[in-house]
């Protein structure tokens, strides 16, 4: 019989409380440590607790750590844990923009240590039964809903603070509005179903500050395509999945089983994120790893918007080769940049992800933004 995996616990917000009830009843992983910067936080927990994860990865050598901080300490922690040898299991999204994805994902593969994003939709039970059903039968269309108001959402750090500066503290925290937040999760869905899709349109809602809280985005796959459609002043929360199948059928799941903010829903997700995570330490891998697929899904939609803007500002312009936005996301593929403050004068997008934020517009509550 196996040892367990030692695992440490590196951030402890809200989402943190699902991976611990999931280690306290799996037989194959054990609790060996956690870490905050607050300090009050590690302090009920029965194990070494630490305000530095640097310490924490150097007193306690853990198999494995799980990595719940904000995006934007993401990159370090992971670095970190990757570098010591330490299998990392990580919130999605997997780093703040793409070049630190791809800097983490060959750092993983120079250290030969697994590194998983957690989808935890993807373990989702309704899903598994959706995915039953569609066994054998070819999927041709797939639409994921994920709506909600972001202060009632339990794992989003963007619905910390209800002031317009605490959001676009969140909001810069994380990369973005609903297609950072949402996007990921909804966009790895479709890759479930479908496999590799790319963003064709979208239309992309702002509020007067400039953050984007609704978007209808569309994309193709190489036998079907997809809808995702994500919103953040949403009257309480629907989070949902529609396919329809070659021979006619369409069919449906309802990822919050009837009871929005079901925390029953999450344990039992997160609970598979951890047995697939132990089973990838163990060298079984399920399927490659979506981390980075969903960070070029952001980007990509990012992009799109910046080039639909550039172009209705000067419709005569060239497109996007024209603009230079071949060389913009040749940069930011480019892992030595991850990490590094990008240089003056060159357009900060939401996550580094390759388009600005668009300054509020200078009347109304919100501006639609329409593409394809």
């Known amino acids: 019989m196996r040892a367990p995996l030692r695992v440490g616990l590196i951030g402890l917000g809200t989402i943190s409380r699902f991976y611990l009830a ?3 009843d799996s037989p ?18 029965p194990v070494p607790g630490y305000t530095d994860h640097r310490r924490l990865l150097r007193r306690t050598l853990p198999d494995a750590v799980v990595v719940t901080v904000p995006d934007d300490a993401r990159y370090q922690v992971c670095s970190d844990a990757l570098e010591q040898g330490a299998a990392v299991c990580v919130e999605k999204p997997l780093a703040l923009g793409i070049a630190q994805g791809i800097a983490l994902r060959k750092l993983a593969e120079h250290r030969d240590v697994p590194l998983f994003t957690a989808f ?21 269309e797939v639409t994921v809903r994920h709506l909600e108001h972001v202060g009632e959402h339990v794992g989003e750090h963007v619905g910390e603070h209800a002031d317009a500066v605490g959001r676009h ?3 810069r925290r994380r990369g973005g509005g609903c297609v950072a937040g949402g996007g990921p999760g909804a966009f790895d869905l479709v890759r479930l179903f ?3 899709a790319e963003v064709t349109s979208a239309r992309i809602t702002r509020d007067a500050t400039g953050v984007d809280r609704r978007a209808d985005l569309r994309l193709r796959a ?3 395509t997809a809808r995702i459609v994500l919103g953040r002043s949403f009257a309480g ?13 369409t069919l449906h799941a309802d990822m919050l089983a009837g009871r929005p903010g079901s925390e029953h829903v999450l344990r039992q997700e997160y609970a598979g994120v951890l047995d697939a995570f132990e089973r990838c330490v163990r060298g079984v891998r399920e399927q490659p790893d979506g ?11 990012y992009r799109m918007e910046r080039t639909v803007l550039e172009e209705a500002a000067d419709p005569g312009a060239p497109g996007p080769e024209g603009t230079g936005l071949e060389a913009a996301g040749e940069a930011a593929d480019d892992p030595a940049s991850a990490g590094r403050p990008q240089r003056p004068g060159r357009p900060r997008g939401p996550g580094d992800r390759g388009a600005p934020i668009v300054p509020a517009p200078r009347s109304g509550e919100e501006t639609h933004r329409e593409f394809g």
């Open 22 to 24: 999931a280690l306290r």
């Open 28 to 45: 194959a992983m054990e609790l060996a440590a956690v870490c905050d910067r607050d300090p009050q936080k590690p302090a009920p927990h």
């Open 120 to 140: 935890h939709r993807r373990y989702n039970p309704a899903v598994a039964r959706l995915r039953a059903e569609c066994a054998g039968t070819p999927v041709r």
């Open 169 to 171: 503290l969140g909001v």
């Open 194 to 196: 479908l496999g590799p």
């Open 222 to 224: 190489e036998d079907g």
């Open 237 to 249: 929360e629907h989070n949902d999945i529609e396919v329809r199948l070659a021979d006619g059928r």
């Open 291 to 301: 981390g980075l697929a969903a960070l070029r899904f952001v980007r990509d939609a």
